[in-house]
T-cell receptor, first 112, second 109 residues
Framework: NAGVTQTPKFQVLKTGQSMTLQCAQD?????MYWYRQDPGMGLRLIYY???????DKGEVPNGYNVSRLNKREFSLRLESAAPSQTSVYFC???????????FGDGTRLSIL | GESVGLHLPTLSVQEGDNSIINCAYS??????FIWYKQESGKGPQFIID?????DKRQGQRVTVLLNKTVKHLSLQIAATQPGDSAVYFC????????FGTGTRLTIIP
């Protein structure tokens, strides 16, 4: 099994451009999550989806939108990228909130 | 790969010794706790978890201890090996989970 797959792995954007980060999981998990990780910090939750058809804000949702397209896929969109959004973005999934999350390898996003 | 946790607290341990990594959590309503290991350039990997109705749980070479009175979680790694070098994060909460700051574990050969 591939687990959690994130695309793209690397991306460079100009300020103001839009971008969608894709995430798919093949473990039939109900819950999916988007985090960002900046140097010197832990992971911060942007948005999560407890189950198909629901999404909720996390700790740092401003500047982002998400779509739970189906049970497998959870995308993160930057409508107008800003340099402050330069970060490594991780997607994760879990059977439910109180079970371990499985992470993808991340998308490294730079905004100039 | 990119640098993970440039300014994180660092713990240096002699190879073969035991390591103890600590996490203080803020949410007293937390009822689920997880330890993750993150190597450079990779996503976090699950190590072990514990629920609030337990004080201790053991895995292969790892033990997690939970002290709810002082809101403290620790990860003990026995006989530390070079492959244990990584950044370690705790994750805690109930419906919404929060990552702790993290600790960089460095193994001295």
């Amino acid at each position: 099994n591939a687990g959690v797959t994130q695309t793209p792995k690397f991306q460079v954007l100009k300020t103001g451009q839009s971008m969608t980060l894709q995430c798919a999981q093949d473990m039939n998990h109900n819950s999916m999550y988007w985090y960002r990780q900046d140097p010197g910090m832990g992971l911060r939750l942007i948005y999560y989806s407890a189950s198909e058809g629901t999404t909720d804000k996390g700790e740092v949702p401003n500047g982002y939108n998400v779509s739970r397209l189906n049970k497998r896929e959870f995308s993160l969109r930057l409508e107008s990228a800003a340099p402050s959004q330069t970060s490594v973005y991780f997607c994760a999934s879990s059977p439910s909130f109180d079970q371990p999350q499985h992470f993808g390898d991340g998308t490294r996003l730079s905004i100039l | 790969g990119e640098s993970v946790g440039l300014h994180l607290p660092t713990l240096s341990v002699q190879e073969g010794d035991n390591s103890i990594i600590n996490c203080a959590y803020s949410n007293s309503a937390s009822d689920y706790f997880i330890w993750y290991k993150q190597e450079s350039g990779k996503g976090p990997q699950f190590i072990i978890d514990i629920r609030s109705n337990m004080d201790k749980r053991q895995g292969q070479r790892v033990t997690v201890l939970l002290n709810k009175t002082v809101k403290h979680l620790s990860l003990q790694i026995a006989a530390t090996q070079p492959g244990d070098s990584a950044v370690y994060f705790c994750l805690f909460g109930n419906e919404k989970l929060t990552f702790g700051t993290g600790t960089r574990l460095t193994i001295i050969p």
